[in-house]
T-cell receptor, first 110, second 110 residues
Framework: AQRVTQPEKLLSVFKGAPVELKCNYS??????LFWYVQYSRQRLQLLLR??SRESIKGFTADLNKGETSFHLKKPFAQEEDSAMYYC????????????FGTGTQLKVEL | NAGVTQTPKFQVLKTGQSMTLQCAQD?????MSWYRQDPGMGLRLIHY???????DQGEVPNGYNVSRSTTEDFPLRLLSAAPSQTSVYFC?????????FGPGTRLLVL
């Protein structure tokens, strides 16, 4: 069975500091990895997906199959980055099923 | 294009009452799903559908029923509400890869 682990419930950084939100997954097949973000009292929205290899709002994430990781990084945190971040794993041929991690609350302090 | 809409936004129920959470999408997506979001547990899949007339169970289906009579609508029914069902419920739809989430329904069961 697939599993997503986000080891940090809360990550607090100062504005301008680098950010790394950790995500590890467990899946024997070919994974699809996503990062979703939820700003306060808003709906979840897609931030990144590994297949597109893009940078959104300064965030990047690289899939490391050897370490089964998909960590989210940003070189300089901004106050507006404060939100809940979820890593999610989609399985090949899994239809609509995504497995989410428990989320990491990022707090950017001034 | 309204995207994914959910009603109601907030609901209070007494134990044993029944209710239906509504979800609709106007993007002609085949895949739709329901998640519940609980602190420290991330998002967990309740039920999902890969098209009209087809539904299947997710990770936590007990106490919930769904149906998919049209492509647009995917209601979630609580037949006999329990305090353990106090949560925030998100509906999502997707064409292929990216999930689009609704704004959520906050449910409190007393």
């Amino acid at each position: 069975a697939q599993r997503v682990t986000q080891p940090e419930k809360l990550l607090s950084v100062f504005k301008g500091a680098p950010v790394e939100l950790k995500c590890n997954y467990s899946y024997s097949g070919s994974p699809e990895l996503f990062w979703y973000v939820q700003y306060s009292r808003q709906r979840l929205q897609l931030l990144l997906r590994h297949i597109s290899r893009e940078s959104i709002k300064g965030f990047t994430a690289d899939l490391n199959k050897g370490e089964t990781s998909f960590h989210l990084k940003k070189p300089f945190a901004q106050e507006e980055d404060s939100a809940m971040y979820y890593c999610a794993l989609g399985v090949t041929g899994g239809g609509n099923k995504l497995t989410f991690g428990t989320g990491t609350q990022l707090k950017v302090e001034l | 294009n309204a995207g994914v809409t959910q009603t109601p936004k907030f609901q209070v129920l007494k134990t044993g009452q029944s209710m239906t959470l509504q979800c609709a999408q106007d993007m002609n997506h085949e895949y739709m799903s329901w998640y519940r979001q609980d602190p420290g547990m991330g998002l967990r899949l309740i039920h999902y559908s890969v098209g009209a007339g087809i539904t299947d169970q997710g990770e936590v289906p007990n106490g919930y029923n769904v149906s998919r009579s049209t492509t647009e609508d995917f209601p979630l029914r609580l037949l006999s509400a329990a305090p353990s069902q106090t949560s925030v419920y998100f509906c999502a739809s997707r064409p292929k890869e990216t999930q689009y989430f609704g704004p959520g329904t906050r449910l409190l069961v007393l």
